[in-house]
């Protein structure tokens, strides 16, 4: 065995006469750590791979938003970025008709389905030195933000969102807004090894790679354009009526019953005991938005989007919510909650929480209205 | 703890920094310490039945090299071989038993049903056991006096659960004379881990995803290119689930100054089934030579006493894999190939072939392509047993295999181009020996190929759970 014989049968076959040569171990575990290193880096630290990303997916939808507005030409600083999540309704197209008039150009990266946390590395990518905006505007659901049971700090979909943004530095912070120690070693792994997190997506790749990157190469040079001329549903809830007291609804015969589920869900949601987890949640994220633009001369304007197709009744303020918190923060402005009351219509909603093309239309004009009156004449 | 999870590379680590760190004399106990710990990571209470065999198996040994008595001998021999088949049975075959007495008694399948739990790696600890103690009994092995030498042999995590089947010469030569590896050893184990990993997880869980879904219902997907292609998948994955676990082991052992018997060496490429099995699970098919297909009478007795052997073998064989009559039929239909083979080459005159034993390389000749896809073909038939969950099952899929046309290509065009490249790699190995050249060629070399396998685990390897290998079920 080890000791009768020092010509060991190869494992796989015969051994070549050539094996007798002693070979230094370290100079290999060496080239196994430069070469992965590199093929990683190069693929997925370099966008090389994100730029054939599904479009139409998660990341890709983000990486789209992303690199459009970093594309996008901002020949001086009176731009307004809005982020947000599906409920912020701005139509760029709609206000910036009215650029002559006001000399500010509104562009927006809101995503469905993101929250604060992705807002951040959102606006880090679009303006990493934080001098490209006169003004971000970001949207609250409820300035009161009470708990849900969607827990925003434990959100994995997260991670998914920014997986292309996400760089090793980020190992230190991101994975540990997280509580869950298996998301936290997700995330850890996922930023050092990102194609842990592009697994599927590279399998369907490598099913049709040439179909992919035509479909990438297409989105990438026409989806501005797209999203830009978005105008958002034509549907309306017109003739709905909410008791608000005694939760319960009157629908128009128009709104077919597995709608009327939806509304009836989303209007009156079950809510956990409010223990602040919302707000510590929100205090850091939008702490940290803050950070990014402290002394920046950026104005960020914290509004209440249009809640409900009817103005729901009001509830106790929560002073020290976190949106109420920074809102003496220098360059922190906090829109009137109530701006958006006048929304609150269903002929301008399309479901329970989605304003429609109309309702859409006028938020953008209100909002633009009310962002050029605190951003004053452009500089 | 399965191979293929973080948690077990971290062991592996730990065992190796103790294992080199420690003295000398204390490195067994390490080994044995952390074989029972890994043993008991599954399910703790089963490591009684390990020990129990262990007991029973040194002391029937030291028994028959003590006694000169040929009775003595004979009936330390029959207890342990009791103890590991009747153990082996209860386990495994006392639910089939059970079910087929049901069926003749008219009663339901499960009247006569315990619930049993497999303990794992039972089939591979009894038959390194088996194989001990009747080498001792045929006076061909010195009995192992250190019951902790020889509870390390029967236990040592590398190949407890799936084999390789280590005989006791093969591992007590490296045991006794160990010395440390070279560095062109530890480079070659080293490689063979990344390679096992990735074979398992890159090739075996992504085609189990095709098979799996097929026969989990085979009614669903109707028609002959279905049923070939899940044929195909599921043999795509035992392949390279069994080898993938194989080559893992084979690395680890290296890295730890052990050498493990070569267990797969590319048995697609097999020109017959002769040839398959001098290719597939070669330390099983070595151990039921030895100690089946020879004690029967081997081929000393006559043509049809050969074919008969060759049956019972085989379809024991089977029946080793699982209790279950498509085991049985999957031996018997591999016994009936052999025996036809032997059959066509004694009426032909022509030489038999011998197959690979003394690790040669295919011959390849003209006919060679159209025998390798007659010998895959006539295997991947055989694996239609062996996967689907009835027998019932697998004559539908059989009959769908040649009776109904069209159906639906299950295996993704990635995948097939994943299969052609590892064929490829296969068809070079077979003449090139490039693992060889790898693994002793240039840093960048070795470097580039190991990355490679850790990138392709990264990104195509199914990571969402870690799958149990194919073979841990027996």
Redesign the interface.
Same mark, same amino acid.
């Given at each position: 065995m080890a000791s009768t014989s020092t010509k060991q049968p190869s494992v796989d076959g015969p051994t070549p006469a050539h094996a007798e040569a002693a070979h230094r171990v370290w100079p290999r575990i060496l080239a196994i750590v430069f070469f992965f290193t590199a093929f990683e880096g190069i693929l997925f630290h370099t966008g090389l791979y994100s730029s054939i990303i599904e479009p139409d997916s998660t990341t890709g939808y983000m990486e789209l938003q992303l690199r459009n507005e970093i594309r996008r030409p901002k020949p001086d600083r009176n731009q307004v970025l809005a982020v947000g999540h599906s409920r912020m309704s701005l139509l760029p197209r709609v206000v910036n008709q009215e650029k002559p008039g006001t000399g500010y150009t509104f562009a927006s990266i809101a995503l469905g389905g993101t929250s604060p946390r992705t807002w951040y590395y959102a606006l880090r990518a679009v303006d990493p030195n934080a001098n490209n905006y006169a003004a971000i505007a970001i949207p609250s659901v409820d300035y009161n933000e009470p708990d849900t049971y969607d827990y925003l700090t434990e959100r994995e979909m997260d991670l998914h969102y920014l997986i292309a943004r996400l760089e090793l530095r980020d190992i230190f912070e991101f994975p540990w807004t997280y509580r869950s120690k298996k998301l936290q070693w997700q995330i850890v792994r996922g930023i050092l090894l990102k194609g842990t997190i592009y697994k599927r997506d590279f399998i369907e790749f490598l099913d049709h790679p040439s179909a992919r990157i035509a479909k990438a190469r297409y989105y990438a040079s026409d989806s501005a354009g797209w999203y830009y001329g978005y105008g958002g549903m034509d549907k309306s809830l017109a003739g709905l009526q909410i008791d608000w007291q005694h939760k319960t609804m009157q629908f128009p015969a128009s709104i077919p019953e597995n709608e009327r589920k939806e509304i009836e869900n989303v209007s009156f949601p079950t809510l956990p005991p409010d223990q602040g987890r919302e707000t510590a949640y929100l205090r850091y994220w939008y702490g940290r938005i803050i950070d990014h633009y402290r002394g920046s001369g950026t104005k960020l304007i914290f509004m209440r989007v249009p809640r409900s197709p009817t103005t729901p009744p009001d509830t106790p303020l929560k002073l020290n919510s976190a949106v109420r918190q920074i809102a003496s923060l220098p360059d922190v402005v906090v829109l009137d909650g109530r701006l958006f009351n006048q929304l609150e219509h269903p002929g301008l909603f399309w479901d329970g929480q989605h304003l429609n093309r109309d309702g859409m239309e006028q938020f953008s004009r209100l909002l633009a209205g009310e962002v050029c009156r605190v951003l004053g004449p452009p500089k | 703890m399965l191979f293929n999870t973080p948690q077990f590379f971290a062991f592996l680590a730990v065992i190796l920094i103790l294992f080199y760190a420690a003295p000398r004399s204390w490195r067994k106990y390490i080994l044995l310490a952390a074989s029972y710990f890994f043993y008991m990571s599954f399910i703790p209470k089963f490591i009684l039945i390990l020990l129990s065999l262990t007991a029973i198996d040194y002391t029937a040994a030291r028994w028959i090299s003590a006694t000169q008595s040929p009775r003595s001998r004979k009936i330390a021999l029959i207890i342990s071989l009791t103890a590991n088949l009747g153990l082996l049975g209860f386990f495994k075959y006392y639910n089939f038993f059970a079910s087929n007495i049901a069926f003749l008694f008219h009663q339901p399948s499960d009247a006569f049903a315990l619930s049993i739990i497999l303990p794992l790696g039972i089939s591979f600890h009894t038959f390194q056991s088996m194989s001990y103690v009747i080498d001792v009994y045929r006076r061909e092995q010195e009995p192992i006096t250190n019951p902790i030498d020889y509870a390390l042999f029967i236990s040592f995590f590398p190949q407890l659960v799936a084999g390789p089947i280590v005989r006791a010469r =093969?591992f007590f030569?490296?045991l006794y004379? %160990?010395?440390r590896p070279?560095?062109? =050893?530890?480079? +070659?184990g080293l490689l063979?881990l990344f390679l096992g990993l990735a074979k398992k997880m890159v090739l075996a869980d992504q085609f189990a995803q095709i098979a799996n879904g097929y026969f989990r219902d085979v009614t669903r997907q109707p028609g002959m290119v279905s049923a070939w292609s899940a044929a195909i998948a599921f043999g795509i994955q035992i392949y390279f689930d069994f080898s993938g676990y194989t080559?893992m082991a084979?690395?680890m052992a290296?890295l730890l100054?052990?050498?493990f018997p070569?267990n797969f060496?590319r048995p697609y490429l097999a020109s017959s089934i002769t040839d398959f099995w001098h290719r597939w699970h070669i330390s099983l098919s070595r151990w039921l030579r030895d100690y089946l297909y020879i004690p029967l009478g081997g081929n000393r007795h006559g043509r049809l006493q050969t074919y008969r052997n060759l049956m019972l073998t085989m379809l024991l064989g089977g029946l080793w894999h699982g209790a279950s009559w498509n085991f049985v039929v999957w031996g018997g239909y591999h016994g009936a190939l052999l025996s036809l083979e032997r059959m066509w080459h004694q009426v032909s005159g022509r030489p038999e072939t011998r197959g690979n034993t003394r #690790?040669e390389?295919a011959r390849w000749t003209i006919w060679y392509p159209l025998q390798a896809v007659i010998t895959f073909g006539l295997v991947m038939i055989g694996w239609v047993f062996f996967r689907a969950a009835t027998f019932h099952d697998s004559l539908y899929v059989l009959h769908q295999m040649f009776f109904v046309p069209h159906g639906t290509q299950l295996i993704? +065009?990635?995948e097939r181009?994943l299969a052609l490249g590892t064929l490829a790699l296969a068809l070079l =190995?077979?003449k090139k &020996?490039w693992? =060889?050249?790898i693994a !002793?060629g240039p840093? %960048?070399a070795?470097?580039?190929v190991?990355?490679?396998l !850790? #990138?392709s685990v &990264?990104?195509?390897?199914f990571?969402e759970v870690a799958v149990p290998f194919v073979y841990f079920q027996f």
């Open positions: - | =093969e030569g490296d004379h %160990w010395r070279t560095n062109d =050893e530890a480079l +070659r063979l080559d084979i690395g290296k100054g052990f050498h070569v060496r #690790l390389p993704p +065009r990635w181009i =190995e077979e &020996e693992f =060889e050249r !002793l840093a %960048w070795y470097g580039a190991c990355a490679l !850790l #990138l &990264e990104l195509i390897g990571t």
